[in-house]
């Protein structure tokens, strides 16, 4: 299976700041990538898809890049309704797998 | 409008077997491309993706649950079902059913979630 490993699995930054959230995964997935944002005790929603697209709806402070098995997804300036768990999701290899996430707290 | 709903027990024992109902609307699943997965997140956990039903009724199980694990499709009444056999305490989880619309298979659509536990 194609493990997903996030960095950081927290962090803590202040209203305004550049925020950037890493997924590696095991083996090449060709950009076939999706990234979560889940709040407590919320459903998870989509925010971006084939690794860069957002999502309808999702603010362009959102973005995302990557290639081969590296991704980032970036932040642009950190809003206090950003806070949550994000999460990496490959649909390159079957079975599909999540990155463990990334937990982060509005400073 | 595109919505998805589990259904299911909250109580399952151990031994037992579990089966969650995810009823849509808003679309159809034999539609080329489109794909229905099962997700599940323990408390406080990591979501993990166990398995999914593809419109031509092909499936893809996690490695882990592929002998437990049965994901099937009620055309006429726009449900996907899941079945896990042999539950086990570390089973109990929010459950969620999810879809990927055509040309992408990233999961766009979730439904509430319903939460199982299993104890005796």
């Known amino acids: 299976d194609t493990q997903m490993t996030q960095s950081p699995s927290s962090l803590s930054a202040s209203v305004g700041d550049r925020v950037t959230i890493t997924c590696r995964a095991s083996e090449i997935i060709s950009n076939s990538l999706a990234w979560y944002q889940q709040k407590p005790g919320k459903v998870p929603k989509l925010l971006l898809l084939?690794?860069?697209t957002l999502e309808s709806g999702v603010p362009s402070r959102f973005s995302g890049s990557g290639s081969g098995t590296d991704y980032t997804l970036t932040i642009s300036s950190l809003q206090p309704e950003d806070f949550g768990t994000y999460y990496c999701h490959q649909f390159y290899t079957n079975p599909w797998t999540f990155g463990q996430g990334t937990t982060v707290e509005i400073k | 409008q595109v919505t998805l709903k589990e259904s299911g027990p909250a109580l399952v024992k151990p031994t037992e077997a579990l089966t969650l109902t995810c009823t849509f609307s808003g679309f159809s699943v034999n539609t080329f491309a489109m794909r229905m997965s099962w997700i599940r997140q323990p408390p406080g956990r990591a979501l993990e993706w166990l398995g999914r039903?593809?419109?031509?009724?092909?499936?893809v199980y996690t490695t882990s649950l592929k002998t437990r694990l049965t994901i099937s499709k009620d055309t006429s009444k726009n449900q996907v079902l899941l079945t896990l056999t042999n539950m086990d305490p570390v089973d109990t989880a929010t459950y969620y059913c999810a879809r990927s619309r055509p040309g992408s298979s990233a999961l766009d659509i979730w439904g509430h979630g319903t939460m199982v536990i299993v104890s005796s």
């Open positions: 084939g690794a860069s």
């Open positions: 039903i593809d419109w031509d009724d092909a499936t």
